[in-house]
């Protein structure tokens, strides 16, 4: 697998270069934000599977530079950053990352999020045929629609972009509406991983798919358990945004 480190300390780099080699990664190092975006431009080389996005860059914000991946791939982001805010995770996340990890952080840790966000993307052997995917009914839940082959989510016919796990969080939440899903359960279904560790990380993607969607009382929170998916009644409408002040 190969990987892009964008990172401006070459300490750092280099000891978590080492840690990747011997877990078989070929990491490619960037200092900055124009070098990683020069590195992730199309050539005849193997693509990155993932690209591990530090916030603090020299030249530029790493929230700027993950916006600009976004225009030019689609490549999964990890950031890894200090800034443990639930606002800058909400921000990096809406702004296309994959993941968000905060140092200090475990090394396993780490490496598990890697492999979970490049399996998620990377589309399994004789995969489902174009016919019958045309064939799979769009999941309706009162005024947001759900289609799962092309992987598209609107509300009253708008389209609402999200990122790829804000996506497979509310896939599997929709296609069982009303049902309860403990943590642990959507934690191994769309992180593919374990729940120590990660608990803070879906409640970011649940925030953000509630403000993305505009639609808080979608997703119900279980106290105690978990999360489940409350169809509107008929004729609810997406909250509106409150005027630009």
């Not at 990352?97 to 140092?103: F, G, I, Q, R, T």
């Not at 045929?129 to 064939?135: G, I, K, Q, S």
Request: charged share 25%.
């Amino acid at each position: 697998m190969r990987l892009l480190l964008v990172e401006d300390d070459d300490h750092v780099a280099a000891a978590l270069s080492a840690v990747l080699a011997r877990h078989g990664l070929s990491v490619v190092h960037a200092r900055n934000g124009e070098e990683a975006l020069q590195a992730l431009l199309p050539d005849d080389g193997e693509p990155f599977a993932v690209v591990l996005l530090d916030l603090g860059l020299p030249d530029q914000d790493g929230f700027e530079v993950c916006g600009r991946i976004r225009r030019i791939c689609t490549t999964p982001v990890i950031m890894v950053t200090a800034r443990s805010d639930v606002r800058s995770r909400i921000h990096g996340l809406n702004l296309g990352a994959d993941d968000y990890v905060v140092k200090p952080y475990d090394t396993g840790e780490l490496l598990a999020r890697i492999h979970a966000v490049s399996r998620r993307t990377t589309p399994a052997p004789g995969g489902e045929p174009a016919e019958e995917a045309a064939l799979v009914e769009p999941l309706r839940l009162g005024p947001v629609t759900v289609e799962l082959p092309t992987r598209q989510v609107s509300v009253d016919g708008t389209a609402v972009p999200l990122t790829r796990k804000e996506f497979d969080l509310l896939a599997l939440l929709a296609q069982r509406p009303g049902v309860v899903f403990r943590r642990e359960q959507i934690i191994s279904e769309v992180w593919r991983t374990s729940w120590e560790g990660t608990g803070r990380t879906l409640e970011v993607h649940i925030a953000s798919l509630r403000a993305k969607l505009r639609m808080p009382a979608l997703i119900e929170t279980v106290r105690g358990v978990g999360y489940r998916l409350v169809v509107p009644a008929a004729g609810a409408a997406p909250a509106t945004r409150p005027p630009a002040r």
